[in-house]
């Protein structure tokens, strides 16, 4: 027999009897409240740091609420300065490949996108390399593939027999095809790249990845960010943090203790890129303004010290005071 839906008056009682949180008779808003965040979406995903094996220690329904409306703060803080940084970035790129060069992906391949002759011919290197490569030259084939249905650009590059110019493909890639597009890039044209953006530091970066690295990194935010995805524990992050990434941040930034496990080390990339493609000061302290107001505001919701902790670590506001515009 398969199992009923419950209503969100089941659902209430629910969570008391079974989860031990106060919610319902008397508190007539939290039955909106619940239906406004949703009790798979939202209730049962804030009730952790990361996974289940780390819980919250909750009693009342509105602590729930309050880590609720910290993540949508949190959003609203990233999403706008995220992609402004996102559309500098692709701008950046294809001034620096295009320019005393062809704007088609034929040339760009052939003369740019060659990180594989930097490395000896046959070798293990050049042959992962020379994969990524291959894989990122069909993925560029199949952006225009799938978009030349909804993209009037497109269809008009291909209809007058003209090679797609990269400014019109990189409107329809994403924030990890940007990622893998640096990191094909040879080693001249990335360092020409890292240096026009700002990041340039051989001290702990003699390949000139970091662009990449970074790009791989803020994508994750950026993706859990634009699917409405819990961001406040950092669960969205999907992979290793080089020792390279870190290094340099904490060196740069002279704050020590950088491992991106809480959000407001990805609250100081933003703000560090803020920097470097020279947004305005009034602009970059802002953005570190209202991350403060974000975690002060939380902190005098919450009556728990030992939640304050597990979200935003004891290091994270004295790590925020000392960024630097």
């Known amino acids: 027999m398969k199992e009923k839906g419950k209503s969100i008056n089941s659902l209430m009682k629910h969570i008391r009897d079974n989860h031990h949180i106060k919610i319902g008779k ?16 939202a209730y049962k995903a804030y009730k952790f740091v990361k996974n289940i094996e780390h819980p919250l220690l909750l009693s009342e329904f509105s602590e729930i609420k309050d880590i609720y409306d910290l993540d949508n703060s949190l959003k609203e803080l990233f999403y706008p300065v ?21 704007t088609d992906l034929e040339s760009i391949f052939e003369d740019k996108l060659n990180h594989y002759s930097d490395l000896n011919e046959g070798s293990r290197g050049y042959k992962k390399e020379m994969k990524r490569f291959l894989q990122l030259r069909k993925r560029m084939d199949d952006v225009i593939a799938v978009n030349y249905t909804k993209s ?4 008009h590059y291909v209809h007058n027999n003209k090679a797609v110019p990269l400014w019109a493909i990189f409107e329809l890639t994403t924030l990890g095809d940007l990622g893998a597009f640096v990191g ?7 360092e020409k790249l890292s240096k026009d953006i700002g990041i340039y530091d051989k001290r702990f970066d003699t390949t000139n990845l970091l662009l990449s690295k970074h790009l791989y990194i803020i994508k994750d935010l950026r993706n859990a960010v634009a699917h409405n995805n819990p961001i406040f524990d950092c669960r969205f992050r999907t992979g290793k943090i080089s020792n390279v990434v870190i290094n340099h941040l904490e060196t740069n930034l002279g704050i020590k203790k950088i491992n991106f496990k809480t959000i407001t080390d990805y609250v100081l990339l933003v703000a560090y890129y803020m920097s470097c493609l020279q947004f305005t000061k009034k ?7 209202k991350y403060e107001k974000i975690i002060s505001d939380y902190q005098k919701k919450s009556n728990n010290s030992e939640n304050y902790r597990k979200i935003f670590d ?10 630097k515009v």
């Open 283 to 289: 602009e970059v302290k802002t953005f570190i303004r």
């Open 152 to 155: 009037n650009v497109i269809q």
């Open 26 to 41: 008397g508190r007539n808003k939290d039955k909106r409240e619940l239906l406004n965040m949703g009790y798979f979406h």
């Open 314 to 323: 004891v290091d994270g506001k004295s790590k925020i005071q000392k960024f």
């Open 184 to 190: 094909r890039l040879n080693n001249v044209t990335r």
């Open 82 to 102: 995220v992609m402004k940084v996102e559309t500098a970035i692709n701008n950046y790129t294809i001034a620096c490949v295009v320019t005393d060069g062809g």
